[in-house]
């Protein structure tokens, strides 16, 4: 089953711009992550935050977490035309991942 | 660095017929590998839970009698879909994890599937 909701579910921004995708959640976590999918491909591993920490860098990657509001954000800045794909964010318990709905991106060049 | 590797990339059957997917870790080993499907512009849903040496941990509304997984060895999990039918056709991805104790997990390049 989805854990929850991903907003918004499609994302049309211009390269250089910063994209924000929010994710909801339902269930107590031990960590939140953060995967891309390129257009039929598998999934890549961005981003894993601890449901003891409230935000984390990589990069041009800044995640928040919110376990009051059951919500992570994830900001990608200075975006690039390579950056369109899709995001999921994934919570985890039992080492199992329960994706959120995505959101697609699109990067205009 | 290490990867997952899925064969075969796509896949086309007939109806009523069975077929497997192959998922390997690469340059590592993993006890446990999962199994996910998404349909079309959706997320992927968690079908099971492989496991090394023991039966497989199905999702609730997944039927394992149609969806047969062997973890046969320490970097081998395999996907049979048996008498597949129209509505099986599918992107089929499986998910390693990157260690014992890691809540990251490295995923294949998935398998398309279509059954006619």
């Known amino acids: 089953s989805q854990q929850g909701e991903e907003d918004p579910q499609a994302l049309s921004i211009q390269e250089g711009e910063n994209a924000t995708m929010n994710c909801s959640y339902k269930?107590?976590?031990?960590?939140l992550q953060w995967y891309r999918q390129n257009s039929g491909r598998g999934l890549v591993h961005l981003i894993l935050?601890?449901?003891?920490?409230r935000e984390k860098h990589s990069g041009r990657l800044r995640v928040t977490l919110d376990t009051s509001k059951k919500s992570s954000s994830l900001l990608i800045t200075a975006s690039r035309a390579a950056d369109t794909a899709s995001y999921f964010c994934?919570?985890?318990?039992?080492?199992?991942?329960?994706f959120g709905q995505g959101t697609t991106l699109q990067v205009k060049p | 660095g290490a990867v997952v590797s899925q064969h075969p990339s796509w896949v086309i059957c007939k109806s009523g017929t069975s077929v497997k997917i192959e998922c390997r870790s690469l340059?590592?080993?993993?006890?446990?590998m999962f199994w996910y499907r998404q349909f079309p512009k959706q997320s992927l849903m968690l079908m099971a839970t492989?496991?090394?040496?023991?039966?497989?941990?199905?999702e609730q509304g997944v039927e394992k009698d149609k969806f047969l997984i062997n973890h046969a060895s320490l970097t081998l999990s395999t996907l049979t879909v048996t008498s597949a039918h129209p509505e099986d056709s599918s992107f089929y991805i499986c998910?390693?994890?990157?260690?014992?104790?890691?809540?990251?997990?490295?995923f294949g390049p998935g398998t398309r599937l279509t059954v006619t």
């Open positions: 998910s390693a994890p990157r260690a014992s104790n890691s809540y990251e997990q490295y």
């Open positions: 935050i601890r449901s003891n920490e």
């Open positions: 269930t107590s976590i031990n960590n």
């Open positions: 492989s496991n090394e040496g023991s039966k497989a941990t199905y």
């Open positions: 994934a919570t985890s318990n039992t080492g199992k991942l329960i």
């Open positions: 340059d590592f080993q993993a006890t446990t």
